[in-house]
């Protein structure tokens, strides 16, 4: 899908689908007053006879029966003006690409022209775009049934009224081209099967997205992680015939301020290890690897960028497998930091690899910030569902950049506390600490006292992502599958950052 700006008149325009957005109750007015004209006010009847109402999300086609250059219009409810924001313009977006794709392959989008309140054109580009490319995501390369049936559609014009504005959205667009494409990298990612995404080949797409974007990328093999001493990673790989990689990003701007460390669980398949998961719940457990995935993208994104902020990756990936060398519960594990791990449980295998990579981001890049993305819980899910990820930080000021970030990008983030006792309960009798705490009280936190274990000082925010990561049912602009949660967040947080 190509993708740029129009500077006309809507009633100039030719193409296969115009996608006009409806509010309830307002009548077709400027920009749309002359097309409707000259469709002898078709789309007036249509709103007053009822047969379109333009509830919130409802969709209608209109065929101009070769009337007009534009073979058809697509209408998209959008429900009260006073409810409506940039997420909604974003959803009406990805609504709007998936209907249209259905019906002809030239596009071109009015939303751009819509009266948001407090938005700019930039604002309103950017969200179009963003809504548009990552609703028309589609993971399909091995189906190989009804693949010639599929449309696609060829290019998508964002209509712009002035030469300003056309400029606008011209950097808009740019823009979020950039961070919605990395999305989708990260989607690509999550939803190959896991005996194709192996740690290895993770590894190899680190190499290939930072090469692309001179980012330097080291990665490491079975033999450096047990030389480096990361025991937590060495001791989860231990059941798997996969090889563990441990992948370092690092892309640094000369003119940068600050240094933040992104960390990103990298399970490529979660078996549970010995205590094997259950029927039904091991199904999606390729997406144990979104966090990796999403730090992989975000650290490309902003190299891409140029974002003033010099950013470290850090991705520790293994399987976690039953197999005869598999770690075991009451197993003891010596961790980067030296400190030890009681394993009472090999589920929970997560925070063990966190454990080294955290330890190992604040000791050798003092960074000013450690930000960890994880699939780290099922309590997360059952606290907050699929809607929102868990937020967990030990200091405010960061978990503010996240929440007024996540605030922009539509990816909710929720912060839940942490307390002095969250971190007793999770100490050991005979190691330092243990890998789960107190039977179904607080997983979601525990899980996090136990990571806050193992940064010293460095300010420091964990984002359990376990709902959110991967989603069954599609949503507007997030087809289901692997949804990249977190990469556009990540970017808004290091972009004001660096403007500080
Ligand atoms: N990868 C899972 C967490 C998970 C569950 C992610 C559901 C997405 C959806 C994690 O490794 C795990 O198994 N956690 C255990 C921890 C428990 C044994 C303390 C869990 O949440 O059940
Ligand atoms: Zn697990
Ligand atoms: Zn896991």
Request: aromatic share 4%; with cysteine.
């Given at each position: 899908m190509k993708i740029n700006v129009l500077k006309s008149r809507v009633e100039d325009v030719s193409c296969g689908v115009l996608i006009v957005g409806l509010f309830a109750d307002h009548d077709i007015d400027s920009p749309l007053r002359a097309l409707d004209d000259s469709l002898g006010k078709g789309l007036t009847h249509l709103l007053k006879s009822k047969e379109f109402v333009p509830d919130w999300g409802k969709t209608w086609v209109h065929n101009t029966l070769g009337k007009h250059?534009?073979?058809?219009?697509?209408?998209?409810?959008?429900?009260?003006?006073?409810?409506?924001?940039?997420?909604?313009?974003?959803?009406?977006?990805?609504?709007?690409?998936?209907?249209?794709?259905?019906?002809?392959?030239?596009?071109v989008s009015t939303l751009t022209l819509l009266?948001?309140?407090?938005?700019?054109?930039?604002?309103?580009?950017?969200?179009?775009?963003?809504?548009?490319?990552?609703?028309?995501?589609?993971?399909?390369?091995?189906?190989?049934?009804?693949?010639?049936?599929?449309?696609?559609?060829?290019?998508?014009?964002?209509?712009?009224?002035?030469?300003?504005?056309?400029?606008?959205?011209?950097?808009?667009?740019?823009?979020?081209?950039?961070?919605?494409?990395?999305?989708?990298?990260?989607?690509?990612?999550?939803?190959?099967?896991?005996?194709?995404?192996?740690?290895?080949?993770?590894?190899?797409?680190?190499?290939?997205?930072?090469?692309?974007?001179?980012?330097?990328?080291?990665?490491?093999?079975?033999?450096?992680?047990?030389?480096?001493?990361?025991?937590?990673?060495?001791?989860v790989s231990k059941g798997s015939t996969q090889e563990p990689k441990f992948i370092v990003m690092e892309y640094r701007n000369p003119k940068a301020k600050r240094t933040v460390a992104l960390v990103g669980k990298g399970i490529t398949f979660d078996s549970g290890g010995l205590d094997i998961k259950t029927e039904g719940h091991m199904q999606d457990m390729k997406d144990d690897m979104s966090g990796a995935a999403v730090v992989m993208a975000t650290t490309a994104a902003a190299a891409q960028l140029k974002i003033q902020v010099n950013v470290i990756g850090v991705m520790p990936c293994t399987e976690n497998m039953p197999g005869g060398s598999a770690y075991k519960d009451g197993d003891i594990i010596k961790t980067y930091s030296k400190k030890t791990i009681e394993v009472l449980n090999t589920d929970a295998e997560g925070r063990i690899i966190l454990s080294d990579a955290l330890s190992f981001a604040e000791k050798n890049y003092k960074p000013d910030a450690i930000i960890d993305l994880a699939t780290l819980t099922g309590a997360c899910v059952v606290a907050l569902g699929r809607w929102s990820a868990g937020l967990i930080a030990t200091n405010d000021q960061l978990a503010d950049r996240l929440i007024l970030a996540a605030s922009h990008t539509g990816e909710r983030i929720w912060r839940l506390p942490l307390y002095d006792e969250h971190k007793e309960v999770v100490k050991s009798q005979i190691a330092d600490v243990k890998n789960i705490g107190p039977p179904r009280e607080a997983g979601v936190l525990t899980a996090a006292a136990f990571l806050a274990h193992f940064v010293e000082k460095t300010p420091w925010a964990h984002l359990d992502i376990a709902g959110p990561a991967f989603i069954k049912e599609a949503q507007d602009y997030i087809p289901a599958g692997g949804a990249g949660f977190g990469v556009r967040l990540l970017v808004h947080m290091l972009e004001d950052w660096a403007k500080e």
């Open positions: 250059a534009v073979k058809n219009i697509l209408l998209i409810g959008l429900g009260k003006r006073e409810e409506f924001d940039v997420e909604k313009l974003r959803r009406a977006s990805g609504i709007g690409i998936k209907c249209a794709r259905e019906i002809a392959s030239t596009v009266d948001v309140p407090k938005t700019l054109m930039y604002d309103r580009a950017h969200a179009v775009a963003e809504g548009s490319v990552l609703g028309a995501y589609r993971f399909d390369q091995y189906k190989t049934m009804g693949k010639d049936k599929r449309k696609d559609i060829t290019t998508l014009s964002l209509i712009a009224d002035t030469q300003p504005n056309a400029d606008k959205a011209n950097e808009a667009l740019r823009h979020a081209l950039t961070v919605s494409e990395m999305v989708n990298f990260a989607r690509d990612l999550i939803n190959q099967p896991p005996s194709i995404m192996t740690p290895t080949q993770m590894s190899v797409m680190a190499k290939r997205v930072s090469s692309e974007r001179k980012v330097k990328c080291s990665t490491y093999g079975r033999d450096d992680i047990l030389r480096m001493g990361l025991g937590g990673l060495f001791a």
